[in-house]
């Protein structure tokens, strides 16, 4: 168990691109949750899964944004026709367990530039 | 909605003091209350949290933070600061406890720098 990863780390695309993020939760857990968070901010909700289901969205998500988790394994985030405020860092998060007391894990994130 | 304030942009402490980080929420209801830590160019970090029960609760690396319904804080605090501690803190709370809604709220955290 080497913790939640994501990748890439790093993404620099241009404007009106789509780009694809991918994480890989702790391998028992059954929850995995994706935010963002812009420079001096904290992160901020974008959406949760509980294995295969997404149960939750932030308005933050818009149309351009889609995420999935197939088979309740990994997940991925896509961003369609980047715009430049989608810069910021994409943080995944997974935890275990049917309450809403346990912690979330995160994993190092991966960065979007927006040219 | 749930919410938690960080009213210090940044903390300076010398090594070997003790430090406190503060915390205070708002909420409906019993708040669940977490601490992460973000070290540069990584992840948050898990460090503590309250559920229920004691109001001083230990975490990692030597942390505890202190709940406080009465004044609705939860500062997180070090009885002796190491420089390796210099990071950045966040309080969060758990949005809608006791429901299905799994989302946390973070605040905008706090810079915590330790000097030699």
């Known amino acids: 168990d080497t913790g939640v990863s994501q990748n890439p780390r790093h993404k620099i695309t241009k404007r009106g691109q789509n780009v694809t993020f991918r994480c890989d939760p702790i391998?028992?857990?059954?929850?995995l949750y994706w935010y963002r968070q812009t420079l001096g901010q904290g992160p901020e909700f974008l959406t949760y899964?509980?294995?295969?289901?997404?149960l939750e969205k932030s308005r933050l998500l818009s149309d351009r944004f889609s995420a999935e988790r197939p088979k309740g394994s990994f997940s991925t985030l896509e961003i369609q026709r980047t715009e430049q405020g989608d810069s910021a860092m994409y943080l995944c998060?997974?935890?275990w367990g049917l309450g809403s007391y346990n912690e979330q894990f995160f994993g190092p994130g991966t960065r979007l530039t927006v040219l | 909605a749930q919410s938690v304030a960080q009213p210090e942009d940044q903390v300076n402490v010398a090594e070997g003091n003790p430090l406190t980080v503060k915390c205070t929420y708002s909420?409906?209801?019993?708040?669940?209350l977490f601490w992460y830590v973000q070290y540069p160019n990584r992840g948050l970090q898990f460090l503590l949290k309250?559920?229920?029960?004691?109001?001083l609760v230990k975490g990692s690396y030597g942390f505890e933070a202190e709940f406080n319904k009465s004044q609705t804080s939860f500062h997180l605090k070090k009885p002796s600061a190491l420089v390796s501690d210099s990071a950045l803190y966040f309080c969060?709370?758990?949005?809608?406890?006791?429901?299905?809604?799994?989302?946390?709220?973070f605040g905008t955290g706090t810079r915590l720098l330790v000097s030699p």
């Open positions: 909420v409906s209801g019993n708040p669940y």
């Open positions: 969060a709370v758990r949005d809608k406890p006791n429901t299905g809604f799994q989302k946390l709220v």
């Open positions: 998060a997974s935890s």
């Open positions: 309250y559920i229920t029960g004691d109001n």
């Open positions: 391998s028992e857990h059954n929850r």
């Open positions: 899964f509980q294995n295969e289901a997404q």
